[in-house]
């Protein structure tokens, strides 16, 4: 599932303008998953997403993966873009952390 519609639109309407400087914010539930690949990866929950444990086909077709959001994140080109999370992903630290366009993005 790709970000929400509004989320892409902020991005493309300010991110693509250098002088510009991003806060995205988002509150919520997040959710730690072990992959089959053994890697964790972290999730953001909407409001309307089905628990894993009881549906897990809803849950992937609704929860937003950190990698998605590295991915938008990487097409801004806005001086300055942060990011805050404010949720929990279960083992947080231990998700991916890098390096984009001189700015430091941290999952």
Known sequence: MPLPRNA???INEYGLDPGNRLIIY???HGHTELLPTGV???YIIPADTPAPDKDR???FSKALDM???ESYAKR???KHALFVFDSWLT???SLSTGCLNGFHLGF
């Open 40 to 42: 964790r990866m972290g």
């Open 67 to 69: 990698q998605m959001f």
């Open 57 to 59: 086909k809803g849950f």
């Open 8 to 10: 892409i639109a902020f």
């Open 91 to 93: 083992r947080a630290s």
């Open 76 to 78: 801004i080109q806005s």
């Open 26 to 28: 988002f509150a919520g």
